[in-house]
């Protein structure tokens, strides 16, 4: 029988979808990526939301200034920025946004799919096709939530939905353009980005590998692990499982680390989002030890995604012990507090500092 690997030393890793908010909440969660990764692509659903370059640059300015409070140097962690599409997103904006050597992405979010999507795209196909050009002539990504809002649409079907309504006419008029399809749940979005013509990739998080639909009913309902898109059946985790280790360079991280109060995730309408930056290389980590596959770890967190970005690989290292660590119950952020994912609880694996 194999010996267990108990140290693992990986080229360091990139969050390909993260967010970081903005104020004090940024001040006090940027820390979390920045010890771990050495990228990230930052989401831009803000209030308001970072429409344009200019707001994509005050906003980098700030999570800089937010690093140096840290004491993080800010070469050791680079925000990658968006900008947030719209139905009246310009080509002349993407263009500008594709020069300015600091935009790696556009993101959609269709209305009313997340937190703060009410400025969403109504009609990609209908109203953003001058954007959408302009992006597939100068390689700039899209980066999908890949969600119909359908109200008709049952909540645990709107990824297969979405494909059917979106992604397969988009990639039928854009057929080079390149898409990520972000945070996927279901094996319909596996198959789909598996076979795929063309550029398109996916993110995949920590807690759509490690738990199925269940965890949020387990002795109740637990905030903590409501997400959208949200957790879906055993057979969609083991789906993304078996995509994440695969070694296929069309899958790579992004953990979609959310933070919210611990007051609006316990709460009559609880905000939507895990939190996962504290740990994120811990809970990856389990997940592919889960499947003895920790050494295809390395190509799915820190090689995968540059290649597809266009972006060097980067030189530094990270290593993970096999020791327990155990999950801090919550945090202070701002002026409350956040609850990171499976708060309380213990892992086989700790980021060595």
């Known amino acids: 029988m194999q010996s267990p690997i108990n140290t693992l030393t990986i080229t360091r890793p990139d969050d390909w979808h993260l967010h970081l908010r903005d104020g004090a909440v ?7 990526s920045a010890r771990q990764f050495a990228r990230a692509i930052i989401m831009p659903n803000l209030r308001p939301p970072v429409t344009t370059t200019e707001l994509a640059l005050a906003y980098r300015d700030r999570i800089f200034s937010a690093l140096d409070q840290a004491g993080i140097p800010a070469v050791s962690f680079t925000p990658l920025m968006t900008l947030y599409l719209t139905d009246n997103t310009s080509a002349d904006q993407v263009v500008r946004a594709s020069e300015s050597g600091f935009v790696h992405g556009i993101k959609l979010y269709p209305a009313g799919a997340t937190t703060n999507s009410d400025a969403g795209v109504t009609n990609l196909l209908g109203k953003c096709v001058a954007a959408l050009e302009a992006m597939q002539a100068v390689g700039m990504p899209l980066l999908v939530h890949g969600e119909v809002t359908d109200p008709d649409v049952d909540l645990f079907d709107r990824e297969a939905v979405f494909i059917d309504r979106i992604m397969i006419p988009l990639r039928r008029a854009f057929p080079a353009l390149k898409v990520v399809f972000e945070h996927l749940t279901t094996c ?8 795929a013509d063309g550029p398109v990739a996916a993110t995949i998080t920590a807690h759509h590998l490690l738990y199925n ?7 109740g309902v637990r905030p903590h692990w409501y997400c959208l898109p949200v957790l879906k059946r055993e057979r969609h985790r083991q789906a993304l499982l078996t995509a994440a280790t695969s070694g296929m360079g069309r899958f790579f991280l992004g953990t979609d ?5 611990k007051g609006l995730k316990e709460n009559a309408c609880g905000c939507a989002g895990c939190y996962t930056a504290l740990h994120a290389m811990e809970l990856y980590a389990t997940a592919f030890d889960s499947v003895g596959s920790l050494d295809k770890l390395e190509a799915f ?9 266009g972006l060097p690989v980067n030189q530094g290292t990270l290593t993970l012990n096999r020791e327990a660590y155990r999950i801090p119950t919550e945090l202070p952020m701002a002026e409350s507090t956040v609850v990171p994912l499976a708060g309380g609880e213990s892992l086989a694996w700790k980021v060595a500092q």
């Open 26 to 32: 940024l001040d006090s969660v940027v820390a979390d």
């Open 188 to 195: 319909d979005g596996v198959d789909y980005v598996r076979d």
């Open 213 to 219: 639909r269940n965890a949020l009913f387990q002795g």
């Open 257 to 261: 680390s959310a933070p919210h109060p």
């Open 301 to 309: 967190a820190s090689l995968n995604g540059p290649a597809f970005y």
